[in-house]
């Protein structure tokens, strides 16, 4: 089992960065597939980014493709994602989430672990 714990979150002006990290603990890091999903009031939790085991994959929401970046660090236990150019329609909690199989994927429910998540506001 792993536990995850976002941090980095906070209120942003739009056009401008923020950087979140989800640290993890437990199982060993590197056997996970991540990702990021956020959710805002009154809608569904969409996806964000994922980043595969070793780093070698990642995948965006069309959304935030050429703004939002996902890495990670295995020797830190941490998966990040920088965000930049943000808008007010980026404005949601952004939960991580870790899956035990194979690379990533944009479907929640293939998530076997979750992060409390963090609050981004970007403001007008």
């Known amino acids: 089992q792993v536990q995850l714990v976002e941090s980095g979150g906070g209120v942003v002006q739009a056009g401008g960065s923020l950087r979140l990290s989800c640290a993890a603990s437990?199982?060993?890091?590197?056997?996970?597939?991540m990702g990021w999903f956020r959710q805002a009031p009154g809608k569904e939790r969409e996806f964000v980014a994922g980043?595969?085991?070793?780093?070698?994959?990642?995948g965006y929401a069309d959304s935030v493709k050429g703004r939002f970046t996902i890495s990670r660090d295995n020797a830190k236990n941490t998966v990040y994602l920088q965000m930049n150019s943000l808008k007010p329609e980026d404005t949601a909690v952004y939960y991580c989430?870790?899956?035990?199989?194979?690379?990533?994927?944009?479907?929640?429910?293939?998530?076997?672990?979750w992060g409390q998540g963090t609050q981004v506001t970007v403001s007008s």
């Open positions: 989430a870790a899956r035990e199989s194979v690379g990533w994927s944009s479907y929640p429910e293939r998530y076997n672990y």
């Open positions: 437990g199982r060993t890091f590197s056997s996970y597939g």
């Open positions: 980043i595969s085991q070793s780093g070698g994959s990642t």
